[in-house]
């Protein structure tokens, strides 16, 4: 099996329809790939994003023409120019996905959404927060937190991706987390490992995450999938 968030950067105008499209074009992938009885492993998930990415390349090109047009009407120029070119037209969006393959698990991570695990009472995050940020913070250099949080240097949708793809043992008891900025900007790590700690199914524990989101205060889309071991 497998499961997906991803979440469309609210920059560009069709964030939504770019995290909906890459979700379902991937799982539609996956699944065809299980149905026909042929291998699923780091190289093949990695090479199912690779032709995502394509196809939301493809839906930018697609509406180039139109945003020249709109962008050319508004007497817009330079740089402005450009970025409501961008805005209009590019297809962005987060991507964290888990591929459940016997007693391995895939991971496949772009941008600022995350994948936890919770084993043996401890939760452990395993992918890294690629924004401005956190490249900023590796190399030292002071950051603005309102300002490089929210800039992402790596996502589906751009010309230039770099996917990073794990692979790790799966052990009964897990509890697998891919969940939104939304979700761990509001709730921290105590919180959610107490939440996660419920003896609930699931779909119970997710929908628990985003209620804790919203009576903390959401102030972004939450979004959280969880796959228990059993």
Known sequence: GAAVVADGASWAENAAEASR???????EKVKQRAER??????????MILQRVNVELLAKSRARQMKAIETVNAAGLKGRARDLEIGRLVDMPTTFDGMVFNGSKIITAHLGDSRIYVLRGGVLSQLTQDQTRAERLR???????????ESVLTNYLGKDEINISINEYSVE??????????GVFKVLDEREIKEILSQPKDAVSLANDLIAAVQDNGAFDDASAVIVKVK
């Open 37 to 46: 009885g042929r291998e699923i492993n780091s190289a093949i998930v990695k």
């Open 21 to 27: 499209l890459a979700g379902m074009s991937f799982m």
């Open 138 to 148: 590796s190399q030292g250099q002071p950051v603005d937190e309102a300002r490089d």
């Open 172 to 181: 009964k008891g897990d509890l697998w987390l891919a969940v939104s900025d």
